[in-house]
């Protein structure tokens, strides 16, 4: 079971809880929507990956010699 | 400027834990200001992403992260995470380090966030983030909770330490 740590400011204590119910709920549902945020990145990543690598085709022009042109 | 910067409570982590929550915060100071160094445990993943809230809530939030990864900016909003630090897929033994202020932490108004967060690699994909948050609530801060954003725990080693500023 996943646990908190609690530190009272005032007193110092520390304590080590088993997290609740809702709070397991709440970080598997953050979880899955970071898995979607990374898959998102990727996606759009390779979208525009491939995207550069078709105009770059069209052109005729290497990366390196399209760095020229807007350098 | 800072008259006083006081340490209010440190943690260094001797066993993994999902979160670290400071409570009873002292209303004393002016601002708040959190400094930490984490790993996570996070599966296969390169990077996980820092949560921070306020009073055991993470509702009515609003975040703007400006970022830098291997050569390429942008930018994104959230109403939840923040921005990267290490995980598992990430230089072994490497932690992200991150600072979160929070000025008139005790005051009314809305609370504003301001953060600065790096994930370390010693190879290809660091990442840097920049952050300006808003936490929409007129309660004061009275504690302060550091999680992660994906379900993971905080490695051993992991330090979080929590000072008050006072500007008299």
Known sequence: MPTKLIINCETGEQTEVE????????????????????KAKEAD???????????LDKLGITAEEAALLVG | MANTYTLIESK???????????SSIPQTYTDLL????ARSNSGPNTHDNFLIYF???QSNRTNLILYGINGSVGS???????????????????FGNAEFYIPNYTGSNNKSISADIVSENNASNGQDYL?????????????????????????????????GISNS
């Open chain 1, 45 to 55: 990543a390779a979208t525009k990956a491939a995207a550069k690598a078709e105009l």
């Open chain 2, 34 to 37: 959190v400094k930490v160094s």
């Open chain 2, 55 to 57: 009073n055991g809530t």
């Open chain 2, 76 to 94: 994104y909003t959230s109403t939840d995470y923040f921005g990267a630090f290490n995980a598992p897929a990430s230089t072994a033994n490497t």
């Open chain 2, 12 to 22: 260094i982590l001797g066993s993994v834990v999902a979160s670290i929550t400071f």
């Open chain 2, 131 to 163: 952050g300006a948050a808003l936490w929409s609530d007129s309660a004061a801060i009275t504690s302060l909770t550091i999680g992660n954003y994906n379900a993971s725990d905080f490695a051993i080693n992991t330090t979080a330490y929590l000072y």
């Open chain 1, 19 to 38: 997290l609740t119910a809702e709070e397991i709920a709440q970080r598997e549902a953050d979880a899955k929507a970071f898995q979607a945020e990374v």
